[in-house]
């Protein structure tokens, strides 16, 4: 009996996986989005504002604001997201003429099993995310309003599982929540603070004690790095377009538009108020300023959107880690979405993911050079190849290049830009070596 009842298990699970396939669509982990399968322009453009239009973007642009000072702070918002349009929207379309997810895109540039080192990387560092997020969460509400911070984040990891087990549609539909709530009490935050000064000390705010202590360099790589992962992965989510022209849209409303709205609200409010030593991670945020006017409606609705809006990026972590492990263990995103979001909810709720921030920022460095191999190599190199082989020596050793620069640079020019240096060693290293023949085989 037990050797009938172990063969019935998977046949039962997978069953039961092609029936919620059947109710929610499919969502093509293992091969390309078929053509009626794709969705609107609107569609995959909602998927995309809802990741980086966050509270965490705000307290990006907050800390810019105190370490550069309003203008350059906004320089580097602007040059930042400028790159990242052209980075993501080349990754994006790929994804879109292949129709593939960023697991098999790799598969063609790393090969067929060196792949899983590239995506493994990143589906893990993006679960480090969720968990942080998460995590945020349950700190914030916790902390405003006095509730237990371990429910708070087991309700909050639930709920965000719950969005990304229903697929793309999931996405697109809390960001159809999340945008606009985030535009509309964004806006006012941001405007509000404004009133309480002109906008030409806004303007001229110096930074935190007057002093500039952060170099426009290292503002591009904080920039960059807030979404260098995601953005690296976004055949995942353009994979969903019709066009190029679709796919560019999409990515257009993340970067720069989403981002650098989001950037912009928390440097206003950060410039206009000047708090001396503001923690833009603690109340010196939107979702503070918020509760700090004491209007029990104003605190309600800051609760909603602080759920719907870091749902909505913890949905998108979770959704890209899930698509990638799926592809690696050969099972099914929805799955693989349960069983890596109860990971990522215990890290949260043990409360030591606020030592994995630095952790994932470091490894954040070895980022940028795959997605810039892989554009070198679909764009330049080897333009429409496909799976060929197994390992693609040449693109690990372009990878191993791009991150000791990185390294280098983190550590003996920090004012230089991490993520940039690494992406363009990487892509420049990756296109000599491929000029190498290969040796002859007998």
């Given at each position: 009996?037990?050797?009938?009842?172990?063969?019935?298990?998977?046949?039962?699970?997978?069953?039961?996986?092609?029936?919620?396939?059947?109710?929610?669509?499919?969502?093509?982990?293992?091969?390309?989005?078929?053509?009626?399968?794709?969705?609107?322009?609107?569609?995959?453009?909602?998927?995309?504002?809802?990741?980086?239009?966050?509270?965490?973007?705000?307290?990006?642009?907050?800390?810019?604001?105190?370490?550069?000072?309003?203008?350059?702070?906004?320089?580097?918002?602007?040059?930042?997201?400028?790159?990242?349009?052209?980075?993501?929207?080349?990754?994006?379309?790929?994804?879109?003429?292949?129709?593939?997810?960023?697991?098999?895109?790799?598969?063609?540039?790393?090969?067929?099993?060196?792949?899983?080192?590239?995506?493994?990387?990143?589906?893990?560092?993006?679960?480090?995310?969720?968990?942080?997020?998460?995590?945020?969460?349950?700190?914030?509400?916790?902390?405003?309003?006095?509730?237990?911070?371990?429910?708070?984040?087991?309700?909050?990891?639930?709920?965000?599982?719950?969005?990304?087990?229903?697929?793309?549609?999931?996405?697109?539909?809390?960001g159809i929540i999340s945008v606009p709530l985030f535009v509309v009490l964004g806006i006012w935050v941001a405007a509000d603070a404004a009133?309480?000064?002109?906008?030409?000390?806004?303007?001229?705010?110096?930074?935190?004690?007057?002093?500039?202590?952060?170099?426009?360099?290292?503002?591009?790589?904080?920039?960059?790095?807030?979404?260098?992962?995601?953005?690296?992965?976004?055949?995942?989510?353009?994979?969903?377009?019709?066009?190029?022209?679709?796919?560019?849209?999409?990515?257009?409303?993340?970067?720069?538009?989403?981002?650098?709205?989001?950037?912009?609200?928390?440097?206003?409010?950060?410039?206009?108020?000047?708090?001396?030593?503001?923690?833009?991670?603690?109340?010196?945020?939107?979702?503070?300023?918020?509760?700090?006017?004491?209007?029990?409606?104003?605190?309600?609705?800051?609760?909603?959107?602080?759920?719907?809006?870091?749902?909505?990026?913890?949905?998108?972590?979770?959704?890209?880690?899930?698509?990638?492990?799926?592809?690696?263990?050969?099972?099914?995103?929805?799955?693989?979405?349960?069983?890596?979001?109860?990971?990522?909810?215990?890290?949260?709720?043990?409360?030591?993911?606020?030592?994995?921030?630095?952790?994932?920022?470091?490894?954040?460095?070895?980022?940028?050079?795959?997605?810039?191999?892989?554009?070198?190599?679909?764009f330049v190199v080897r333009k429409g190849s496909d799976i060929d082989t197994d390992w693609r020596?040449?693109?690990?050793?372009?990878?191993?290049?791009?991150?000791?620069?990185?390294?280098?640079?983190?550590?003996?020019?920090?004012?230089?830009?991490?993520?940039?240096?690494?992406?363009?060693?990487?892509?420049?290293?990756?296109?000599?070596?491929?000029?190498?023949?290969?040796?002859?085989?007998?």
């Open positions: 009996m037990s050797k009938i009842k172990n063969t019935l298990e998977p046949e039962e699970l997978e069953h039961l996986e092609e029936n919620i396939d059947h109710v929610l669509g499919e969502e093509y982990e293992h091969e390309p989005v078929p053509a009626k399968a794709r969705r609107s322009a609107f569609s995959v453009a909602i998927v995309w504002m809802g990741f980086p239009m966050i509270i965490t973007g705000a307290m990006t642009g907050s800390i810019l604001v105190l370490g550069m000072g309003f203008t350059g702070a906004l320089k580097a918002m602007i040059i930042g997201n400028l790159i990242m349009f052209f980075y993501v929207g080349a990754l994006g379309l790929l994804g879109t003429r292949k129709g593939v997810s960023f697991a098999l895109l790799a598969s063609i540039v790393f090969g067929r099993k060196g792949y899983v080192f590239a995506s493994g990387l990143l589906s893990t560092l993006l679960l480090g995310w969720f968990a942080v997020q998460t995590g945020i969460t349950g700190a914030l509400v916790s902390s405003t309003y006095e509730l237990n911070y371990v429910l708070m984040t087991v309700v909050a990891g639930l709920l965000y599982i719950g969005i990304t087990f229903v697929g793309v549609k999931g996405l697109h539909l809390i009133s309480t000064t002109t906008w030409a000390k806004i303007m001229s705010y110096p930074g935190n004690d007057g002093v500039a202590t952060m170099s426009l360099g290292v503002g591009l790589t904080v920039v960059m790095a807030l979404f260098i992962d995601a953005g690296t992965v976004t055949a995942d989510f353009n994979r969903w377009a019709k066009d190029d022209i679709s796919s560019l849209v999409a990515t257009f409303s993340a970067f720069p538009f989403a981002n650098l709205v989001a950037m912009m609200v928390g440097g206003v409010m950060t410039a206009a108020l000047a708090v001396p030593d503001a923690n833009p991670f603690g109340e010196d945020n939107i979702f503070g300023y918020m509760n700090a006017q004491q209007l029990t409606w104003l605190s309600v609705l800051a609760f909603v959107f602080l759920f719907a809006n870091l749902g909505s990026v913890c949905a998108h972590c979770l959704y890209n880690a899930a698509t990638g492990w799926s592809r690696i263990l050969r099972s099914h995103m929805r799955l693989l979405a349960v069983l890596l979001g109860i990971i990522g909810i215990v890290i949260a709720a043990t409360n030591v993911w606020a030592f994995f921030i630095e952790w994932l920022s470091l490894l954040g460095i070895l980022v940028p050079p795959i997605g810039a191999i892989i554009l070198i190599d679909q020596g040449s693109a690990f050793l372009a990878w191993g290049i791009g991150s000791v620069v990185a390294f280098i640079v983190e550590w003996y020019a920090p004012h230089l830009s991490t993520a940039i240096s690494a992406g363009v060693v990487g892509g420049i290293a990756y296109f000599f070596l491929s000029k190498i023949p290969a040796p002859r085989t007998a």
